[in-house]
């Protein structure tokens, strides 16, 4: 082997391994960078990170503009924390303030109806007691969509049945259904899911609640369970007046009621409150419906 080859070789063996070398030290600093960052993004996480790097370097300006990202998280929080406690103390201040005038005008509206008046006096005693009981549904539902809103209720899941959670709301809604003769049918197979009892069972009342308010005399709702892997959905079924296909996608706002349900009492809240409801938990709610042909209703709820 010539003595020029052999020079050449050496000094390519020595590129390689400086150039390991190189890569080694990159790598080192690299990770000691990654680690670096992530015990920064840690601290970020819980509160607690506070700038200890004071140089030009690269490291330096991030640490910089995440302490300035931290503390703007941190006082946004502490504005909306007060918010709610503001919003908080608003609704049970409006809860407490509007229980006795509206509890008053109902017993004074009972006491005058049971006196001796003509038919006028005794029609308007009447209409009164009735919007009463309207008034004190609307400011009800408008307390629970606010409370729901602004998290200031929060929903608790476990393990419940939902066999149960269908047979109890059937039992509130029964004597509604009885006025109008309709049979509410439960069929289906029992499934365990992780829900908020409480919460979820006045979702569903207020869904059956609209079955039953717009279906004709003598008619069936069926209530069914479908299990599937992730979900167990209850499927309400009625033959009712249906709802448009524009009017689908419209229904669940605060408010909103459809042009051919004007004839019927309501505010137009409790779809609104239902699908908040769900959504807290995981779940999402389906429509299928054809005018005059009634609607199907499908509640999801993670398992």
């Known amino acids: 082997m010539n003595k020029p080859y052999s020079i050449f070789i050496i000094i390519n063996l020595i590129t390689i391994v400086l150039c390991l070398l190189i890569a080694i030290v990159h790598r080192n600093k690299v990770k000691k960078l990654m680690q670096k960052l992530n015990q920064m993004l840690d601290k970020a996480l819980d509160g607690s990170f506070e700038e200890d790097t004071y140089d030009e370097s690269f490291l330096s300006a991030i640490e910089l503009k995440l302490s300035r990202f931290v503390k703007n998280t941190l006082v946004a929080k502490q504005s909306i924390n ?12 409006i809860s407490h303030q509007t229980k006795t005038p509206i509890a008053n005008i109902s017993l004074y509206s009972q ?7 003509d038919d006028n006096t005794l029609e308007f005693a009447n209409q009164i007691s009735r919007h009463v009981v309207k008034l004190d549904f609307l400011i009800q539902s408008l307390l629970k969509s606010s409370r729901l809103e602004t998290d200031i209720i929060s929903v608790r899941v476990k393990d419940t049945s939902v066999f149960e959670l269908i047979k109890e709301t059937a039992n509130r809604i029964k004597s509604k259904a009885s006025e109008k003769d309709i049979y509410i049918n439960i069929i289906g197979e029992e499934c365990i899911a992780k829900f908020d009892k409480k919460w979820t069972e006045e979702a569903l009342y207020n869904v059956l609640d609209n079955a039953v308010k717009y279906s004709p005399l003598g008619s069936v709702i069926t209530v069914s369970i479908i299990v599937y892997d992730m979900f167990c959905r209850i499927d309400i079924i009625d033959k009712g007046i249906g709802i448009n296909n524009e009017d689908i996608n419209a229904i669940f706002k605060r408010f909103y009621r459809c042009k051919n349900v004007s004839q019927y009492e309501g505010v137009g809240l409790g779809l609104y409150i239902a699908r908040t409801i769900i959504t807290k938990q995981g779940g999402y709610i389906k429509v299928k419906s054809s005018i005059d042909r009634g609607s199907k209703f499908s509640i999801f709820i993670p398992k």
Do not use: M
């Open 82 to 93: 007060n918010e709610k406690k503001n919003i908080k103390a608003l609704v049970a201040d």
């Open 111 to 117: 006491l005058l109806s049971e006196q001796e008046l």
